[in-house]
T-cell receptor, first 112, second 115 residues
Framework: NAGVTQTPKFRVLKTGQSMTLLCAQD?????MYWYRQDPGMGLRLIHY???????AKGEVPDGYNVSRLKKQNFLLGLESAAPSQTSVYFC???????????FGPGTRLTVT | AQKITQTQPGMFVQEKEAVTLDCTYD???????LFWYKQPSSGEMIFLIY??????QNATEGRYSLNFQKARKSANLVISASQLGDSAMYFC????????????FGAGTTVTVRA
């Protein structure tokens, strides 16, 4: 039981490049989330999904897109990376919307 | 809008002593949940404890307890008998249980346990 996994763990992009971050969970959770963590600001929600085929915007969605084609996977895309997107990205999942969220190990992204 | 405030950026505690981490929140919702997470230097986020707004008793999980004072809108985390492995960043978070899926986080408090 791996819990929540994220791929890749580290990535360096040039401004304007695109990439996709993959999140996978094996706990059969309905709800999945993408957060970013910046120094001194805690975590902020980018996008979330309440089930397969659904997505919704969070607190800071601009510049990101997501897809949830399979229940166990939640993808975060950056179409044209900007230095302001340098951050640590966390994926999380939960069984229900009121329950605790389980987090992946994070992806450290640097945009130069 | 929900707002979480953690006023202590960093704290030092002696091993085996207790430490209290402050958390205050602001919400107009009646039904909400409060969470504490631990983030060690390795970076992962570890769930510690949960308190529902309608729970009459303070939550406890092993050495962690949550001092919930609803009228004051505070949800302080108490770690008893601190261990060196407790050195980490601690985040308070809140979620509305009525109409929002967002987990709102505070800025965090760094705890350093001294031997």
């Amino acid at each position: 039981n791996a819990g929540v996994t994220q791929t890749p763990k580290f990535r360096v992009l040039k401004t304007g490049q695109s990439m996709t971050l993959l999140c996978a969970q094996d706990m059969n959770h309905e709800y999945m989330y993408w957060y970013r963590q910046d120094p001194g600001m805690g975590l902020r929600l980018i996008h979330y999904s309440v089930g397969e085929g659904t997505t919704a915007k969070g607190e800071v969605p601009d510049g990101y897109n997501v897809s949830r084609l399979k229940k166990q996977n939640f993808l975060l895309g950056l179409e044209s990376a900007a230095p302001s997107q340098t951050s640590v990205y966390f994926c999380a999942s939960s069984y229900g919307r009121t329950r605790e969220q389980y987090f992946g190990p994070g992806t450290r992204l640097t945009v130069t | 809008a929900q707002k979480i405030t953690q006023t202590q950026p960093g704290m030092f505690v002696q091993e085996k002593e207790a430490v209290t981490l402050d958390c205050t929140y602001d919400t107009s919702d009646q039904s909400y949940g409060l969470f504490w997470y631990k983030q060690p230097s390795s970076g992962e986020m570890i769930f510690l404890i949960y308190q529902g707004s309608y729970d009459e008793q303070n939550a406890t999980e092993g050495r962690y307890s949550l001092n919930f004072q609803k009228a004051r809108k505070s949800a302080n985390l108490v770690i008893s008998a601190s261990q060196l492995g407790d050195s980490a960043m601690y985040f308070c978070a809140m979620r509305s249980l009525s109409n929002d899926y967002k987990l709102s986080f505070g800025a965090g408090t760094t705890v350093t346990v001294r031997a």
